[in-house]
């Protein structure tokens, strides 16, 4: 069992019930997927950068991740119908908890400038997302390996919350969030 689905399990949900008021465990929010994409859209250029995309997404996630094709064609962009623009992955269960807990305690520390988390970017369904601008603060990712500096998207989904459960969960977590 990873770290933090024991720290879930143990510490998290008790504390959850005490400050919302549930009265069963099945009703505390609880993280469902992650999702971990990079749009390359550079790729119509270079080929190359949608392999080297993957293989750093694989490394980072430990999952083989999907390449996405644009849907319809647009013309001002040089995008045709079916061409690849991007690569994602979707984290459940033990992988995810792995994942988060070396987002929060290793990847997040190596940003550049780091002031905290937005706590503006919840989507209204207790879904928070955020964006790293390069793929180097994982330390699976060798900076002289490193051919393009690519960013990349993070989207956790919890089930059951509204913003602010969902926000005191990730606090819980130990998610960094700045104070506004």
């Not at 143990?10 to 959850?16: D, G, H, K």
């Not at 430990?62 to 119908?81: C, E, L, W």
């Not at 606090?171 to 104070?179: A, H, K, Q, S, Y």
């Amino acid at each position: 069992m990873s770290r933090l689905l024991e720290k879930y399990t143990t510490e998290i949900v008790p504390q959850m019930k005490e400050r919302f008021g549930y009265k069963n465990v099945h009703q505390v929010p609880r993280l469902d997927k992650i999702t971990v994409s990079m749009g390359i859209g550079k790729a119509i250029e270079n080929n190359r950068r949608i392999e080297t995309a993957t293989k750093d997404l694989a490394a980072i996630t430990g999952q083989r991740p999907v390449v996405t094709r644009a849907r319809k064609s647009i013309a001002n962009f040089k995008v045709r119908d079916g061409m690849s623009v991007g690569a994602k992955v979707t984290l459940r269960g033990p992988r995810m908890y792995e994942f988060l807990d070396r987002l929060i305690s290793i990847a997040i520390p190596r940003v550049r400038d780091f002031r905290g988390m937005s706590p503006r970017a919840f989507d209204g369904s207790g879904n928070y997302s955020m964006g790293l601008t390069e793929q180097m603060v994982f330390p699976e990712i060798s900076v002289d390996d490193v051919e393009f500096i690519q960013g990349l998207n993070v989207t956790m989904t919890i089930d059951r919350s509204s913003d602010e459960e969902s926000k005191a969960l990730l606090e819980l977590f130990g998610f960094p969030f700045r104070n506004v």
